[in-house]
């Protein structure tokens, strides 16, 4: 019997695709809408930072942010005319080796003033 033990368990919680992947490698890994993927990462020369692209007519990314503190952080993805979207993850401890990362989408209604 052989254990496979992951440090990241990846959660897609959005209604639609997402690719993820470490910042400063070419990873570029598709994730399916409410899956998980077990993760490790692409290369440990590269800082250890993920970022998240999300298909809006292109896929936009956002910038590199770190998995290893606990907690809900929001960053900024894009501003698409009349729509903010930022990418909320939660990151959440499994056991004393593994964490969760949920990614979830937030759209906000921007109104301008001229």
């Not at 990151?91 to 906000?108: D, E, H, M, Y």
């Amino acid at each position: 019997m052989q254990v496979v033990v992951t440090r990241y368990v990846i959660c897609n919680d959005t209604t639609r695709p997402l690719r993820f992947g470490q910042a400063l490698t070419d990873e570029d890994i598709l994730l399916g809408s409410r899956q998980c993927h077990f993760y490790a990462w692409h290369s440990h020369r590269a800082k250890q930072v993920l970022r998240v692209g999300v298909e809006e007519g292109a896929w936009l990314w956002s910038k590199p942010f770190s998995i290893d503190v606990d907690g809900l952080q929001l960053y900024g993805l894009a501003d698409c005319g009349m729509q903010d979207i930022s990418i909320v993850v939660k990151v959440t401890s499994l056991s004393a080796t593994q964490k969760q990362v949920c990614i979830f989408i937030s759209r906000t209604s921007c109104f301008r003033a001229n």
